[in-house]
C-alpha cells in the first residue's frame, strides 16, 4: 500500500523560497504522475503541477513562473520550490499519486497527510 | 481553464436520505472527471473516477453518472461517515481544476 509523507519547514517569511519534499514508500515512482495540490484554511483546492518519473512535468499556470517539481528516483522522493513566496501562498499542501488511465483514470489515487504552511512576517 | 460549478454547496441531510451533487463544466470533459470526499483535517480521499467508476474499497452507496459538462455523486443511503465536503475534479485538460466544493451536513 502506497504512503505519503509531506514535509517542510511550517513557518516562513515572504519573498523566501518554499521548499518541501514528499517520501514515498510502499510503491514504486513509475508511471505514476506525482503531484502537488495546496488548500488555503478554509477553502478549496487548487492543482499545482506533477512531475513525472520520465522527467516530464506540468505546472499551473499561474504558478509556473515560481514553480519547480522535481523526482528523485533514488530517494523515492518528491520536492516542490516555490520562489518569491506572499501570505496568499499560506495552504496546506499535499503531494498525491496521479494514476495512469488503467488504475484510476488520471485521478489522484493516493494523498499524504498534508503539511501547513504559513506565510507571515 | 475549465471551471467546475457544484450545485448546492451546502447540504443539510439526515442518516438514511439520498443524496446528490451536481458538477458542471465550462466546457466538456467527455467522462474524465473524478469526486473527492473530505473530513476535517485529513487529505482528500478518491470515490469516483472516469465519471463513474468506483474506486477501489468505497462503499456501493456512492454512485456517479455523467459526461461532457454535467455529472452527479449520488449517496444512496446517507452514513454518519458520509459528513463530509465533496469536490469535484476534472482530468481532461490542464491545469486540472476542482469544483468549489459541497458540504454536507446532519440536518
Known amino acids: 500500500q502506497v504512503q505519503l509523507q509531506e514535509s517542510g519547514p511550517g513557518l516562513m517569511k515572504p519573498s523566501e523560497t518554499l521548499s518541501l519534499t514528499c517520501t514515498l514508500s510502499?510503491?514504486?515512482?513509475?508511471?505514476?504522475?506525482w503531484s502537488w495540490i495546496r488548500q488555503p484554511p478554509g477553502k478549496g483546492l487548487e492543482w499545482i503541477g506533477y512531475?513525472?518519473?520520465?522527467?516530464?512535468?506540468n505546472y499551473n499556470p499561474s504558478l509556473k513562473s515560481r514553480l519547480t517539481l522535481l523526482v528523485d528516483r533514488s530517494k523515492n522522493q518528491l520536492s516542490l520550490n516555490l520562489r518569491s513566496v506572499t501570505a496568499a501562498d499560506t495552504a496546506i499542501y499535499y503531494c498525491?499519486?496521479?494514476?495512469?488511465?488503467?488504475?484510476?483514470?488520471?485521478?489522484?489515487?493516493?494523498w499524504g497527510p498534508g503539511t501547513l504552511v504559513t506565510v507571515s512576517s | 481553464d475549465i471551471q467546475l460549478t457544484q450545485s448546492p454547496s451546502f447540504l443539510s441531510a439526515s442518516v438514511g436520505d439520498r443524496v446528490t451533487i451536481t458538477c458542471r463544466a465550462s466546457?466538456?470533459?467527455?467522462?474524465?472527471l473524478a469526486w473527492y470526499q473530505q473530513k476535517p483535517g485529513k487529505a482528500p480521499k478518491l470515490l469516483i473516477y472516469l465519471a463513474s467508476t468506483l474506486q477501489s474499497g468505497v462503499p456501493s452507496r456512492f454512485s456517479g453518472s455523467g459526461s461532457g459538462t454535467e455529472f452527479t455523486l449520488t449517496i444512496s443511503s446517507l452514513q454518519p461517515e458520509d459528513f463530509a465536503i465533496y469536490y469535484c475534479?476534472?482530468?481532461?485538460?490542464?491545469?486540472?481544476?476542482f469544483g468549489q466544493g459541497t458540504k454536507v451536513e446532519i440536518k
Open positions: 512531475a513525472h518519473y520520465s522527467g516530464i512535468s
Open positions: 510502499g510503491d514504486s515512482m513509475r508511471n505514476y504522475y
Open positions: 475534479q476534472q482530468v481532461n485538460t490542464y491545469p486540472r481544476t
Open positions: 498525491a499519486r496521479g494514476g495512469t488511465y488503467d488504475s484510476s483514470g488520471y485521478s489522484l489515487d493516493s
Open positions: 466546457q466538456g470533459l467527455g467522462n474524465y
